[in-house]
C-alpha cells in the first residue's frame, strides 16, 4: 500500500525557474516530513524537512509548503539550476514508527542550462 | 559524504542464491535501517536495528534478515533469492531511533539476481 503518494514522475525545467514537486499522504498520523535529493549513484541526502505545525519551511532556494488537511506538501526549488538535476523523493515517518520512513516514488529533476 | 559506507557496491547472483550485504554507519550511530529500492521506486523500510536488537520490520518476507555489531558495522542477508530481489539496497544510520533524527544514507549496493 502507497502511503505517500508523489507527482509529477519527472519534470524539465530551464535554468532560473522554479521547480515544483508534490506529495499527499494518507496516514493522519504522519508529523514529519523530509524531503530527500538522490544523485546518480548516492544514497538519498536530507534536503529539507517539515512538520504540521507549520505551514511553510525555507531553507535558500528550497521551500516546503504544507497543507494539513489536504494531507499534501510540496517542494518548491526557487531559481532553479543544472546542479539541481536529481531525484527528489518526499517521505514521511511519525512518533510511532520512529524513524522508519515511508518514501514516495520519485521525481527526477532535469533542469537544463 | 555522509560517513556510511556499503559493500561491495555491485552484485550478481542467481536465484535461489543466499547473499550478505555489508554497511558501516557512522561513528556513534546506534541505529541502522536497511532499505530496498527498485529501479523507478521510492526507497522501501525493510527493518531498522537499534543498539543490536531488531526494532521494527516492513513488509518483507523472513527470509530477509539481518545483524547489527557492537562497532557499528551491520549486516542484511537475503536467502533463497528470487528475481524481485533484484534492487539498490541501502543502509542508513542515525543517533539514536527517534523520528526527528536525520538518517544519513550509504551509497548502496546495487543487487542483480539472473
Known amino acids: 500500500q502507497q502511503q505517500v503518494k508523489q507527482s509529477p514522475q519527472s519534470l524539465i525545467v530551464q535554468k532560473g525557474g522554479i521547480s515544483i514537486i508534490n506529495c499527499a499522504y494518507e496516514?493522519?498520523?504522519?508529523?514529519?516530513f523530509p524531503w530527500y535529493q538522490q544523485f546518480p549513484g548516492k544514497g538519498p541526502a536530507l534536503l529539507i524537512a517539515?512538520?504540521?505545525?507549520?505551514s511553510e519551511k525555507k531553507e535558500g532556494r528550497f521551500t516546503i509548503s504544507f497543507n494539513k488537511s489536504a494531507k499534501q506538501f510540496s517542494l518548491h526549488i526557487m531559481d532553479s539550476q543544472p546542479g539541481d538535476s536529481a531525484t527528489y523523493f518526499c517521505?514521511?515517518?511519525?512518533?510511532?514508527?520512529?524513524?522508519?520512513?515511508?518514501f514516495g516514488e520519485g521525481t527526477q529533476l532535469t533542469v537544463n542550462p | 559524504e555522509t560517513g556510511v559506507t556499503q559493500s561491495p557496491t555491485h552484485l550478481i547472483k542467481t536465484r535461489g542464491q543466499q547473499v550478505t550485504l555489508r554497511c558501516s554507519s557512522q561513528?556513534?550511530?546506534?541505529?541502522v535501517s536497511w532499505y530496498q529500492q527498485a529501479l523507478g521506486q521510492g526507497p522501501q523500510f525493510i527493518f531498522q536495528?537499534?543498539?543490536?536488537?531488531?526494532?521494527g520490520r516492513g513488509n518483507f518476507p523472513p527470509r530477509f534478515s539481518g545483524l547489527q555489531f557492537p562497532n557499528y558495522s551491520s549486516e542484511l542477508n537475503v536467502n533463497a533469492l528470487e528475481l524481485d530481489d533484484s534492487a539498490l539496497y541501502l543502509c542508513?544510520?542515525?543517533?539514536?531511533?527517534?523520528?526527528?533524527?536525520?538518517?544519513?544514507f550509504g551509497p548502496g549496493t546495487r543487487l542483480l539476481v539472473l
Open positions: 517521505a514521511a515517518s511519525n512518533e510511532a514508527s520512529g524513524s522508519r520512513l515511508t
Open positions: 496516514n493522519t498520523a504522519f508529523d514529519y
Open positions: 542508513a544510520s542515525s543517533l539514536e531511533q527517534g523520528w526527528w533524527e536525520t538518517q544519513y
Open positions: 536495528y537499534y543498539r543490536e536488537e531488531e526494532n
Open positions: 517539515i512538520r504540521p505545525d507549520v
Open positions: 561513528s556513534g550511530h546506534n541505529t
